[in-house]
């Protein structure tokens, strides 16, 4: 039987089809939150589908039920994407305020907001808050990157890399958190992490003097606009069955939905970040607001087929490889 295209997909029958093992969830440590859909690239691999002309952007009243959150189930990390995180007018304001409560704050950044015009100080903020970056590099040479994210935004990203390295992000004993992400160029699973880390590090540090902590290697999920490049190219089938034929159920016990809650622009929450593009509600049931949700420990999350791409091969989370 064909795998059925997920891409615009959220109803109940067809979560129940799916044949991904049921996964609970453990002890909520981390909220990942998508302050809006606005971004200054519009890259082939998103799976937000965000862009220049997405107008959806969390308010600061949702920030403040946010806040009030974190400090009720005392989590230790915010996880802020986008989109471009930072293009939110109140983004200074809850990083201010979380990193006033002690929290870890993680900005998943695309590099090159941080040259555009009005957000030049962005970085020295980020710096100075002792914010940690996850920046998107999905591959160490311009001809890649440029064909998957735009014309320009290599040049761009290696200006904002040498500007975050000034400020000390990536160094030794600074405590500046600088990791990079990796994507594939198209249907593949990633490269061994480790080893691609090696690569990245020893090319940026010799062309052009970066350098940074960790890389992530992350498996391109088959939703939204990959998804949509998929279908067009007639290869969604074909690699929905790559990832399933790669399943490890090893994996099953490091993803990042067991202890990770996704909520969006409008504070609604999901089990993951992918499943919110799915529109596919916290464990499958029907949508529900960050302020309504009541104990999480021991719940079924909600899975589908795309599931399947955190758990092929080495494993897939928004902290990259997971075995």
Known sequence: MPWTCNV???SLPYLKSSDFPVITRNKLEILQVNLGYLCNLSCSHCHVNAGPKRTELMDKATMDQVL???????????DLTGGAPEMNPHFRYLVTQARNRGLTVIDRCNLVILLKNGFEDMAGFLAEKRVEIVASLPCYLKENVDKQRGKGTFNAS????QLLNEL??????TGLSLSLVFNPQGATLPPEQQALERSYKQHLHEHYG???NRLFAMTNLPIQRFGGVLLSTGR?????????DNFHASNLDKVMCRNTLSVDWQGKVYDCDFNQMLKLPLGGKQK???TQLSELMGKTIATMQHCYGCTAG???SCGGAIN
């Open 236 to 244: 969604f089938d074909e690699y929905m069955q790559l990832l399933k």
């Open 8 to 10: 615009m997909i959220d």
């Open 168 to 173: 000390g992000y990536g160094k030794a004993d």
């Open 210 to 212: 970066i350098v940074f």
């Open 314 to 316: 080495q494993g897939s």
């Open 158 to 161: 290696i200006k904002a890399l």
């Open 68 to 78: 009030s959150f974190i400090d009720k189930h005392e989590l230790h990390t915010l």
């Open 288 to 290: 529900i607001h960050l």
